[in-house]
């Protein structure tokens, strides 16, 4: 005879269901755990600032003086008392500035007015009598032009010397003098341009150099002109 099993007796009749019950709430704990965050203690405090004291200030204790009210005006005299001017006052004639008919005029002679001639700088090109060296003189005025030049170049040949520090470095060119012969022949160096020192000192050199010349003239009167000229440095 078989014995019969009790169905309510069946331990693995519910066994799926506790097993997924288990399974959810071990997953909520885990969730929980791993969202779990913690915050530090805060400490709260109180910060208190007595403004009466500081804010309490010691007001002074004034005097009221007590000032007298001004005088009163002093009251106008009963009597009012006229005194007679004696005093003399002298009286200021103004005498007229017109002319009487009989008083002589006398007659002003014209008065010149002397203008004083401004000293202004002719270039060489447009003067009309040029300046001229001593042997240029009695040169007519077409030819006194190429007198001058050459007279010129004769006497930077004759002046010339080489600096010998602008030849141990090899230094050549081209330097430009503007000077002035002024109204009394003398010459004035205006400006110089030149690519070195040393050149530009002998260039100088050599135009002060120059002896006294004859002054150009515009419309017969002594005039300043101003010429310039190149004076080249080259090596061999």
């Known amino acids: 005879m078989e014995p019969k099993k009790n169905p309510k007796a069946d331990l693995t009749r519910n066994s799926g269901l506790y097993f997924a019950i288990g399974l959810a ?30 804010l309490d200030e010691e007001v002074p204790i004034t005097e009221q003086l007590n000032t007298p009210p001004p005088p009163p005006p002093p ?24 002319t009487d008919q009989e008083e002589e005029i006398v007659e002003v002679e014209e008065i010149e007015e002397v203008e004083e001639e401004v000293a202004v700088d002719v270039p060489f090109t447009v003067i009309e009598d040029k300046p001229m060296f001593p042997a240029c003189k009695g040169v007519p005025k077409a030819q006194q032009f190429a007198c001058f030049k050459e007279n010129l170049d004769k ?14 470095m090899g230094i050549q060119g081209r330097v ?27 260039a100088r050199r050599i135009i002060n150099k120059l002896p006294k010349l004859i002054p150009g003239k515009q419309r017969g009167n002594p005039t300043p002109v101003t010429f310039a000229y190149p004076i080249v440095f080259k090596l061999n």
Do not use: C
């Open 25 to 54: 709430l071990v997953l909520f704990i885990t969730w929980q755990a791993i969202d779990w965050k913690t915050y530090e203690k805060q400490e709260n405090f109180e910060y208190t600032m007595e403004v009466e004291e500081l």
């Open 75 to 98: 009251a106008a005299p009963e009597v009012i008392e006229v005194v007679e001017d004696e005093e003399e006052v002298e009286e200021t004639i103004i005498e007229s500035t017109e």
């Open 155 to 168: 006497h930077v040949r004759k002046t010339f010397k080489y600096p010998e520090i602008a030849q141990e």
């Open 176 to 202: 430009y003098v503007n000077f002035r012969i002024n109204k009394d022949g003398t010459i004035t160096i205006l400006n110089t341009r030149a690519p070195d020192k040393s050149l530009d000192e002998e």
